[in-house]
């Protein structure tokens, strides 16, 4: 086992893709906040558990914290105090309240618009591209229907819950749009919501579709999108910061670590993938095939061995 | 039931067809083979020999010319060699099961050449009719051949199908799927469809919190095959969270594609899913919950040559199982190598039914494709050491080391750490998770004897002294490296005890003391009594 992970931490989130180092909107903005403390951290992919509340999660040593407990990581690593970049601010209302909008109704839109709208087809590019074909397809209707069953959704009310949905884009993008023209957003001393605005901005401009109702509506107000951008290239570029740690508390010792595979990120070809899917469905056609001729060639055989001891 | 071997000779003057001596210089013999209320009134039918018939009497004259023909027939079965062939089978009785599932069975037949040997095969193809499970009885009967055919006779197997087609079991086993002896429930569909088939859901569990609910079909021979085919769809769920913090559940086919007395091929496809509701794993056991689809063959060779696997004595066994995992175009699929090897020794001594069983087991995993080398192996196909089975019974790999608890061997990695509400102090120690090992080796050396009392002897209870040693080593990783035999030699723990053996079919209770003789910091052992169960 190697123990050379002492005082590491180590964000665990959902894999690459978009241009963006963690594709999951629910990841992204923990990404963002880790970073915008300037501490040194890795980043490991888990993308055989899709369908985990538990991530994204922070771990180093024997803590964790995970995004199920204590109202998500960013709490959790502020309530333990291992980073907290928001204790000048967190007593704003106006701060709070936005704060909740980012969290909750914008988080919820982004949610919908991935598995019910037109971001299909980039949740199974950012979830179940990893996983095996029947695996990733089971999964994705299981987690549609969740989704419905979240939001309570049903064929009736379909459409009234989409003229709702839009309302609260409109008016959430709104205020974010206002409240950065208020100068609530801190580029120098960013807080974890410079981290969801960020992370949720990007994540709609890079892995919705075009034809993407929020990212539409995002579009109308180009300083969100500008400050998004800007925060980008500099955490992109940046790489892991190795300044001081005033904001980052080390973790605690990890007695006899175990060695750490990282998984690195997956470079997904589109085509590849459906190559594989092909293969994968010819494969189990031509096992079936095999086995009935296997055995069918040996009742045949002896039928045969039968038939000429009869004829002694 | 059926009497197979059941049968009388008629006298040559009762019977046309029976051939006698050697009057035709030739020295076949035929002869009838009936139930006594058929030779009964066979016997009345062709008694040329009017005698009077009294109700429910048959004249002593009868009796004992029937009773010297009956000791000289056996007289001559034990000293000469009756030759006689089967020229047909005939089959009766049968309205739902196709002919050639019995004629296939019937098959021995073809090969007799001797009167002892048709007897033989009767008795065996019996047997293995009534182990299809889908006759109430089965009776075979030897009847003349054609009179063109001399030395010949004719096979008639009748059979008797189930008057119903559903039955239900409870019993123990240990299946292809089960990793360990399970005690399960089964409610069967016999015969639906005519080819033998037996149609079984169950709910099996294990001793080590495996819950498995599982349906299947099995062809004893499909379309003419020599050997069985079973598919079974399963539903398991095994929960280790005491032990490694996760929850195990699994969800797919197995196919045996080969099953006989030495040899099994099984094709598994499955989904599997590991958890941790609990929320307290490890790092390495964090980095294995997921999804994951496995797609293996498995075969396995196993003889086993002692004269019991609850008390050998003398003899020997060997097993050996491979299994390779990724079968399948789709690099996203679970890939390994495991291979397990069993040999085990009885050696008997000759005092008080003494004997020294010696045995060694080994096992090694590890995965393939592309990185293999900085790969984790998956977890629940590692080595766990440790258990409440005995060695000596079970032949599946290194698992057990006497003494030592489920799954108590070292590899460990402490489990996360939890803030206790009050502060900045840590809650209560969380524990290790036990990780497994990629490579595994086991060893014992029993001695069994028998009590001087009788009453222990009558019953097959006997004592026994033992030692036993067992490591665990990583491999994956890149942790090969660092991989040296003589450290892995120094890993290994050793522990003796004795203790009283009471096999109750098909069971082996062991009431044992352990005594660890070496064993590591988190190693989950310690001096005790315990008791240990296996089969």
């Given at each position: 086992m190697e123990e050379s992970r002492d005082g590491d931490w180590t964000l665990v989130a959902r894999k690459p893709y978009f241009g963006l180092p963690t594709a999951c909107p629910v990841c992204l903005p923990v990404y963002i906040y880790l970073k915008f403390a300037r501490c040194p951290f890795n980043l490991e992919i888990n993308s055989a558990y899709p369908d985990s509340d538990q991530i994204p999660y922070v771990e180093g040593g024997t803590y964790v914290a995970y995004n199920n407990e204590k109202g998500g990581v960013i709490q959790q690593l502020k309530q333990d105090g291992v980073v907290d970049l928001d204790s000048e601010f967190s007593s704003l209302p106006e701060w709070v309240s936005m704060k909740a909008m980012m969290s909750s109704w914008l988080a919820d839109a982004i949610t919908y618009e991935l598995w019910l709208g037109s971001g299909e087809n980039s949740a199974k590019q950012i979830y179940y591209s990893d996983l095996p074909w029947v695996i990733g397809k089971v999964l994705f209707v299981k987690q549609v229907y969740d989704v419905k069953q979240r939001f309570n959704i049903s064929k009736q009310n379909a459409e009234k819950k989409e003229e709702e949905r839009m309302a609260v884009i409109v008016s959430t993008i709104a205020s974010a749009n206002t409240m950065s023209k208020n100068k609530l957003f801190h580029p120098c001393r960013p807080t974890s919501l410079d981290a969801d605005l960020v992370g949720h901005v990007l994540f709609t401009l890079k892995a919705l579709p075009e034809d993407s109702v929020i990212r539409a509506a995002l579009l109308e107000h180009g300083n969100l999108v500008r400050y998004a951008e800007r925060h980008k290239n500099d955490f992109l570029t940046s790489g892991q910061s190795s300044a001081s740690a005033s904001n980052f508390q080390p973790p605690p010792s990890a007695a006899q670590a175990s060695s750490k595979p990282k998984r690195k990120p997956k470079r997904e070809k589109t085509e590849e993938e459906k190559s594989f899917q092909r293969k994968a469905k010819y494969f189990i056609g031509a096992q079936l095939v095999a086995v009935l001729l296997f055995l069918s060639l040996l009742g045949s055989s002896s039928k045969a061995d039968l038939d000429e001891d009869d004829e002694d | 039931m059926a009497k197979p071997d059941e049968f009388k000779p008629d006298s040559p003057s009762e019977n046309p067809k029976t051939e006698v001596d050697?009057?035709?210089?030739?020295d076949g013999y035929e002869e009838e083979e009936e139930e006594e209320t058929e030779e009964h009134e066979l016997d009345e039918e062709e008694d040329d020999e009017p005698e009077p018939q009294l109700r429910g009497r048959i004249p002593q004259s009868a009796v004992r010319m029937q009773q010297a023909k009956l000791q000289g027939l056996f007289q001559r079965l034990q000293t000469q060699t009756v030759p006689l062939r089967v020229h047909d089978v005939l089959i009766k009785g049968n309205t739902k099961t196709k002919d050639y599932l019995i004629e296939s069975e019937a098959a021995?037949?073809?090969?007799?050449?001797t009167m002892q040997q048709i007897l033989e095969v009767s008795r065996a193809v019996n047997f293995r009719l009534q182990a299809l499970e889908i006759f109430d009885s089965v009776k075979i009967t030897l009847d003349s051949g054609p009179p063109e055919l001399p030395g010949t006779s004719n096979v008639i197997v009748e059979v008797q199908e189930a008057k119903s087609p559903l039955s239900g079991e409870i019993g123990a086993y240990t299946k292809a799927e089960a990793r360990s002896s399970t005690v399960e429930g089964t409610l069967k569909f016999k015969n639906i469809f005519g080819h033998g088939d037996l149609w079984d859901g169950s709910f099996a569990y294990g001793w080590d919190n495996l819950a498995e609910l599982s349906a299947g079909v099995h062809f004893p021979r499909f379309r003419g095959a020599s050997f069985p085919l079973d598919v079974r769809a399963f539903l398991l769920s095994q929960d280790w969270l005491q032990f490694s913090s996760f929850k195990e559940r699994s969800m797919g086919l197995s196919v045996a594609l080969l099953s006989s007395t030495n040899h099994d091929l099984v094709y598994n496809l499955g989904w599997r899913t590991l958890t941790d509701p609990s929320q307290l794993a490890s790092r390495s056991v964090r980095m294995q919950l997921g999804h994951s689809l496995l797609s293996s063959l498995k075969y396995t060779f196993k003889v086993d040559r002692r004269?019991?696997?609850?008390?050998?004595?003398r003899g020997y066994a060997f097993a050996a199982t491979s299994q390779i995992a990724g079968l399948a175009p789709d690099s996203r699929c679970s890939r390994f190598l495991r291979q397990e090897v069993d040999l085990r020794y009885a050696i008997p001594l000759g005092i008080l039914n003494s004997a020294l069983n010696l045995g060694i087991s080994g096992g090694i995993v590890f995965p393939w494709g592309t990185g293999f080398k900085t790969l984790p192996s998956p977890l629940p196909d590692r080595f766990f050491l440790g258990g409440n089975s005995s060695p000596i019974s079970s032949l599946g790999g290194p698992t057990t080391v006497w003494g030592y608890r489920t799954r108590g061997l070292d590899p460990t990695e402490p489990r996360r750490q939890l803030k206790s509400n009050g502060g900045d102090e840590d809650a209560a120690d969380p524990g290790v998770d036990f990780l497994g090992g990629d490579l595994a080796v086991t060893a014992f050396a029993d001695l069994s004897l028998d009590f001087p009392l009788r009453w222990f002897r009558d019953r097959g209870i006997h004592g026994h002294i033992f030692a036993s040693a067992g490591s665990l080593e990583r491999l994956t990783q890149n942790a090969y490296k660092d991989f040296s035999l003589q450290k892995f030699v120094s890993s290994f723990r050793t522990s003796v005890g004795a203790g009283i053996v009471v096999p109750i079919q098909p069971f082996r209770l062991e009431l044992n003391y352990y005594y660890m003789l070496k064993k590591f910091e988190?190693?989950?052992?310690?001096p005790r009594f315990g008791v240990t169960f296996s089969m």
């Amino acid at each position: 086992m190697e123990e050379s992970r002492d005082g590491d931490w180590t964000l665990v989130a959902r894999k690459p893709y978009f241009g963006l180092p963690t594709a999951c909107p629910v990841c992204l903005p923990v990404y963002i906040y880790l970073k915008f403390a300037r501490c040194p951290f890795n980043l490991e992919i888990n993308s055989a558990y899709p369908d985990s509340d538990q991530i994204p999660y922070v771990e180093g040593g024997t803590y964790v914290a995970y995004n199920n407990e204590k109202g998500g990581v960013i709490q959790q690593l502020k309530q333990d105090g291992v980073v907290d970049l928001d204790s000048e601010f967190s007593s704003l209302p106006e701060w709070v309240s936005m704060k909740a909008m980012m969290s909750s109704w914008l988080a919820d839109a982004i949610t919908y618009e991935l598995w019910l709208g037109s971001g299909e087809n980039s949740a199974k590019q950012i979830y179940y591209s990893d996983l095996p074909w029947v695996i990733g397809k089971v999964l994705f209707v299981k987690q549609v229907y969740d989704v419905k069953q979240r939001f309570n959704i049903s064929k009736q009310n379909a459409e009234k819950k989409e003229e709702e949905r839009m309302a609260v884009i409109v008016s959430t993008i709104a205020s974010a749009n206002t409240m950065s023209k208020n100068k609530l957003f801190h580029p120098c001393r960013p807080t974890s919501l410079d981290a969801d605005l960020v992370g949720h901005v990007l994540f709609t401009l890079k892995a919705l579709p075009e034809d993407s109702v929020i990212r539409a509506a995002l579009l109308e107000h180009g300083n969100l999108v500008r400050y998004a951008e800007r925060h980008k290239n500099d955490f992109l570029t940046s790489g892991q910061s190795s300044a001081s740690a005033s904001n980052f508390q080390p973790p605690p010792s990890a007695a006899q670590a175990s060695s750490k595979p990282k998984r690195k990120p997956k470079r997904e070809k589109t085509e590849e993938e459906k190559s594989f899917q092909r293969k994968a469905k010819y494969f189990i056609g031509a096992q079936l095939v095999a086995v009935l001729l296997f055995l069918s060639l040996l009742g045949s055989s002896s039928k045969a061995d039968l038939d000429e001891d009869d004829e002694d | 039931m059926a009497k197979p071997d059941e049968f009388k000779p008629d006298s040559p003057s009762e019977n046309p067809k029976t051939e006698v001596d050697d009057e035709n210089g030739d020295d076949g013999y035929e002869e009838e083979e009936e139930e006594e209320t058929e030779e009964h009134e066979l016997d009345e039918e062709e008694d040329d020999e009017p005698e009077p018939q009294l109700r429910g009497r048959i004249p002593q004259s009868a009796v004992r010319m029937q009773q010297a023909k009956l000791q000289g027939l056996f007289q001559r079965l034990q000293t000469q060699t009756v030759p006689l062939r089967v020229h047909d089978v005939l089959i009766k009785g049968n309205t739902k099961t196709k002919d050639y599932l019995i004629e296939s069975e019937a098959a021995l037949f073809k090969n007799c050449t001797t009167m002892q040997q048709i007897l033989e095969v009767s008795r065996a193809v019996n047997f293995r009719l009534q182990a299809l499970e889908i006759f109430d009885s089965v009776k075979i009967t030897l009847d003349s051949g054609p009179p063109e055919l001399p030395g010949t006779s004719n096979v008639i197997v009748e059979v008797q199908e189930a008057k119903s087609p559903l039955s239900g079991e409870i019993g123990a086993y240990t299946k292809a799927e089960a990793r360990s002896s399970t005690v399960e429930g089964t409610l069967k569909f016999k015969n639906i469809f005519g080819h033998g088939d037996l149609w079984d859901g169950s709910f099996a569990y294990g001793w080590d919190n495996l819950a498995e609910l599982s349906a299947g079909v099995h062809f004893p021979r499909f379309r003419g095959a020599s050997f069985p085919l079973d598919v079974r769809a399963f539903l398991l769920s095994q929960d280790w969270l005491q032990f490694s913090s996760f929850k195990e559940r699994s969800m797919g086919l197995s196919v045996a594609l080969l099953s006989s007395t030495n040899h099994d091929l099984v094709y598994n496809l499955g989904w599997r899913t590991l958890t941790d509701p609990s929320q307290l794993a490890s790092r390495s056991v964090r980095m294995q919950l997921g999804h994951s689809l496995l797609s293996s063959l498995k075969y396995t060779f196993k003889v086993d040559r002692r004269n019991s696997p609850l008390r050998p004595v003398r003899g020997y066994a060997f097993a050996a199982t491979s299994q390779i995992a990724g079968l399948a175009p789709d690099s996203r699929c679970s890939r390994f190598l495991r291979q397990e090897v069993d040999l085990r020794y009885a050696i008997p001594l000759g005092i008080l039914n003494s004997a020294l069983n010696l045995g060694i087991s080994g096992g090694i995993v590890f995965p393939w494709g592309t990185g293999f080398k900085t790969l984790p192996s998956p977890l629940p196909d590692r080595f766990f050491l440790g258990g409440n089975s005995s060695p000596i019974s079970s032949l599946g790999g290194p698992t057990t080391v006497w003494g030592y608890r489920t799954r108590g061997l070292d590899p460990t990695e402490p489990r996360r750490q939890l803030k206790s509400n009050g502060g900045d102090e840590d809650a209560a120690d969380p524990g290790v998770d036990f990780l497994g090992g990629d490579l595994a080796v086991t060893a014992f050396a029993d001695l069994s004897l028998d009590f001087p009392l009788r009453w222990f002897r009558d019953r097959g209870i006997h004592g026994h002294i033992f030692a036993s040693a067992g490591s665990l080593e990583r491999l994956t990783q890149n942790a090969y490296k660092d991989f040296s035999l003589q450290k892995f030699v120094s890993s290994f723990r050793t522990s003796v005890g004795a203790g009283i053996v009471v096999p109750i079919q098909p069971f082996r209770l062991e009431l044992n003391y352990y005594y660890m003789l070496k064993k590591f910091e988190h190693d989950r052992g310690k001096p005790r009594f315990g008791v240990t169960f296996s089969m």
